[in-house]
């Protein structure tokens, strides 16, 4: 059975940090590309950032370039975002996601794996 498990979610102050986790099962890594996504109050679904697994390719949202680094742990089959100097305006509910993959870079759409969802409040 394939499954992604978000952990690592919470309240933080403006300008502080959290590390996001997403362990895998069920899936064969080397042919996927797993992103972050994230869903605000009354918003849509933005993505943030992803990773091709094979070769470690990644892509970022501009609103997230230079404050978020998505990275990988093979032994662990988890998937961690470092979030830095976050922003009121990251509030929102983080999703790990994942697709099919086989070129390099990274796409930012057409998910159709996802996990439940870990919440980030960045609040003073």
């Known amino acids: 059975q394939q499954q992604l498990v978000e952990s690592g979610g919470g309240l933080v102050q403006p300008g502080g940090s959290l590390r996001l986790s997403c362990t895998a099962s069920g899936f064969t890594l080397d042919y996927y590309a797993i992103g972050w996504f994230r869903q605000a109050p009354g918003e849509g679904r933005e993505a943030v950032s992803c990773?091709?697994?094979?070769?470690?390719?990644?892509n970022y949202a501009d609103s997230v370039k230079g404050r978020f680094t998505i990275s990988t742990d093979n032994a662990k089959n988890t998937m961690y975002l470092q979030m830095n100097n976050l922003e009121p305006e990251d509030t929102a509910v983080y999703y790990c996601?994942?697709?099919?993959?086989?070129?390099?870079?990274?796409?930012?759409?057409?998910?159709?794996?996802w996990g439940q969802g870990t919440q980030v409040t960045v609040s003073s």
């Open positions: 990773i091709f697994w094979r070769s470690g390719s990644t």
């Open positions: 996601a994942a697709r099919g993959w086989g070129a390099d870079g990274c796409p930012l759409y057409d998910y159709n794996f």
